[in-house]
């Protein structure tokens, strides 16, 4: 287990993460009926999984948090980048995350430099005993924003600069340079992580089962998408680039066990994994699956 674990410059570790937005804003999992157990285990269990809280931007954005459809091997999502802003996220969940003592990695994007650069000015004010590192979201398959190279590399810096916290960089393979961005943020983030990937690259000439209510056909996660990562992840390592990775859309089987060992083999071509959607296929298993890792010494 020591091989695997992603120890961060300021001294924390982890090998599992839930992704950003899989368990809210709070990091302790979405208010419905259906996680009312999960949110039990998360206070029971808060440091198994480190989790990654909705991306948030400097200005509210609306996004539709109905445009979920769960297929069977995968969900399809147009929520967008929909959150409230990340003074009203201060004010409503970061008392509720520093009354638990929660360790969070917070996720941002923006549309610029300049918002990235007024953002990391804020999160530099908050508790780093709380924060443990920064995921910037510069991949997001639900949006028209691109992201050019030299913005990414700027916004990383402009990151690290302002507030000396660790750094990790969300790409995605619709980005068709995401080997150049992982070349060119070598050695100034601390991690990468994979995003959903746009429909239309995983079921080429097939409509969406968003695209009636909603006209749009959404971004693809879940067991659909986990070679595409799997690729990603081995072209990064081919060319030489040590940046720990986050293993993603792995574990969706329908017997545990079997999820189980899907998980541990990841570890063969990763450094940690992270749960997404499969808190909404198996809201418990990501815990259970951790929970039996850390104990066996795998």
Request: aromatic share 14%.
């Amino acid at each position: 287990m020591e091989d695997v674990m992603i120890k961060l410059s300021n001294g924390y570790e982890f090998c599992f993460m839930a992704s950003s937005g899989a368990l809210g804003f709070d990091g302790f999992g979405w208010p419905h009926p259906k996680y009312w157990i999960l949110r039990f285990l998360l206070k029971k269990y808060p440091n198994l999984i480190v989790p990654v809280v909705k991306t948030l931007t400097l200005p509210a954005q609306k996004g539709n948090f109905r445009a979920i459809y769960d297929g069977d091997d995968y969900v399809v999502n147009a929520v967008e980048l929909g959150n409230p802003g990340f003074e009203a996220w201060y004010e409503k969940y970061f008392p509720k995350i520093e009354k638990r003592g929660q360790k969070i990695i917070l996720s941002i994007t923006g549309s610029s430099v300049t918002g990235i650069e007024k953002l990391a000015y804020l999160i530099a004010k908050l508790p780093k005993h709380i924060i443990k590192g920064i995921e910037f979201n510069c991949s997001c398959s639900n949006v028209m924003k691109i992201w050019m190279l030299n913005d990414i590399v700027e916004a990383v810096s402009v990151l690290n600069k302002i507030t000396e916290l660790p750094i990790g960089i969300k790409i995605a393979h619709h980005q068709k340079n995401y080997l150049e961005i992982a070349k060119a943020t070598f050695q100034t983030v601390e991690w990468i992580s994979f995003n959903s990937v746009p429909w239309e690259m995983i079921f080429p000439g097939k409509e969406s089962p968003l695209m009636e209510k909603y006209d749009v056909s959404g971004a693809v996660s879940g067991k659909a998408i986990k070679d595409v990562n799997k690729k990603m992840a081995f072209e990064i390592r081919k060319a030489g680039i040590k940046t720990p990775i986050v293993a993603s859309s792995v574990g969706w089987e329908e017997v545990f066990e079997i999820a189980y060992l899907d998980v541990s083999f990841s570890f063969r071509w990763a450094d940690a994994v992270s749960f997404g959607t499969l808190f909404r296929k198996h809201p418990y298993w990501p815990l259970k699956i951790a929970k039996k890792y850390n104990n066996s010494g795998d």
